[in-house]
């Protein structure tokens, strides 16, 4: 069974300061792991992707097996990274893919 | 990047009725995915939808309560069957290009 953890359901900082998303997974295969956010009255977007191994308006995420972990990090907040951010992860054949619960982020002026 | 318009965006649906939403694709797809989002919560899958197959349901799912029609490789929709107010969610549909695109979903409220 494939299961996402994001431990924390509010995270606020403030504006500069450097945030971390949490996110752990389990999966016995390879999985592949995704970051969505959703701004207010938005629709849900990709954020980034651990293959594409990019930095999307900042964030970055890296794929710990041994931890089984795929934490989104960025260095300084801006107030308009304030959003809804999804952890989720794909294996195997199906495509199908398992979100985490989310995590409500806030960034304080 | 693919292009998902789903319809429609919202309704307000009374008890015992059945809502049917639309979702079109830009881009010809295999799969598509069928999601709920409870107030609150995370994204559930419902159901995979593959063109030309019986859609796969997830556990806690079923046919009757959630039909789902795919009849081409850009379309699909998904009913909501004799709906009780427990069904009030957003309801989202998705596929499988560019990390997974997802549509605008369609909020309902059950009353």
């Known amino acids: 069974a494939q299961r996402v953890t994001q431990p924390e359901k509010l995270l606020s900082v403030f504006k500069g300061a450097p945030v971390e998303l949490k996110c752990n997974y389990s999966y016995s295969g390879s999985p592949e792991l995704f970051w969505y956010v959703q701004y207010s009255r938005q629709r849900l977007q990709l954020l980034l992707r651990?293959?594409s191994r990019e930095s999307i308006k900042g964030f970055t995420a890296d794929l710990n097996k041994g931890e089984t972990s795929f934490h989104l990090k960025k260095p300084f907040a801006q107030e308009e990274d304030s959003a809804m951010y999804y952890c989720?992860?794909?294996?195997?054949?199906?495509?199908?893919?398992?979100f985490g619960k989310g995590t409500l982020l806030t960034v304080n002026p | 990047s693919a292009v998902i318009s789903q319809k429609p965006s919202r309704d307000i649906c009374q008890r015992g009725t059945s809502l049917t939403i639309q979702c079109q694709v830009d881009?010809?797809?295999?799969?598509m995915f069928w999601y709920r989002q409870q107030p609150g919560q995370s994204l559930t899958l419902i159901a995979t939808a593959n063109q030309g197959s019986e859609a796969t349901y997830e556990s806690g799912f079923v046919i009757d309560k959630f039909p789902i029609s795919r009849p081409n490789l850009t379309f699909s929709t998904l009913t909501v069957s004799n709906m009780s107010p427990e069904d009030s969610s957003i309801y989202l549909c998705?596929?499988?290009?560019?990390?997974?695109?997802f549509g605008s979903g369609t909020r309902l409220t059950v009353v």
């Open positions: 998705s596929v499988a290009l560019d990390g997974y695109t």
């Open positions: 989720a992860l794909t294996g195997g054949s199906n495509y199908k893919l398992t």
């Open positions: 651990h293959i």
């Open positions: 881009s010809q797809v295999t799969m």
